[in-house]
């Protein structure tokens, strides 16, 4: 089983910046894309960036420009470096492993439980 865990999360300032990471255990998430999704209350979960084993990036319309992802295979972990932070950011985000590395949350097969993001105005 992999097993994804969150951190960096927490409450900042509209305009401020979170550097959010996540490990991964149990296997190596070698050949797999690593994703991140968020889920604000009342709403779906959509996604946010993802990272393919190879490097390439992709990152939904609301937040280029202003978040970055990145991966240190060695470590087995992923980070999102998030500037710039608006209040619309507020939400519940997770990382996600997938085989084939697209943008529909329907194709990412382990989860982590989630951290708190929360952008005050």
């Known amino acids: 089983q992999v097993q994804l865990v969150e951190s960096g999360g927490g409450l900042v300032q509209a305009g401020g910046s979170l550097r959010l990471s996540c490990a991964a255990s149990?296997?190596?998430?070698?050949?797999?894309?690593m994703g991140w999704f968020r889920q604000a209350p009342g709403k779906e979960r959509e996604f946010v960036s993802r990272?393919?084993?190879?490097?390439?990036?992709a990152y939904a319309d609301s937040v280029k420009g202003r978040f970055t992802i990145s991966r240190d295979n060695a470590k087995n972990t992923v980070y999102l470096q998030m500037n710039s932070l608006k209040p619309e950011d507020t939400a519940v985000y997770y990382c996600?492993?997938?085989?084939?590395?697209?943008?529909?949350?329907?194709?990412?097969?382990?989860w982590g439980p989630g951290t708190q993001v929360t952008v005050s105005s």
């Open positions: 990272i393919r084993w190879g490097g390439s990036t």
């Open positions: 996600a492993a997938s085989q084939t590395g697209g943008t529909d949350r329907r194709e990412y097969r382990y």
């Open positions: 149990g296997r190596t998430f070698s050949g797999y894309a």
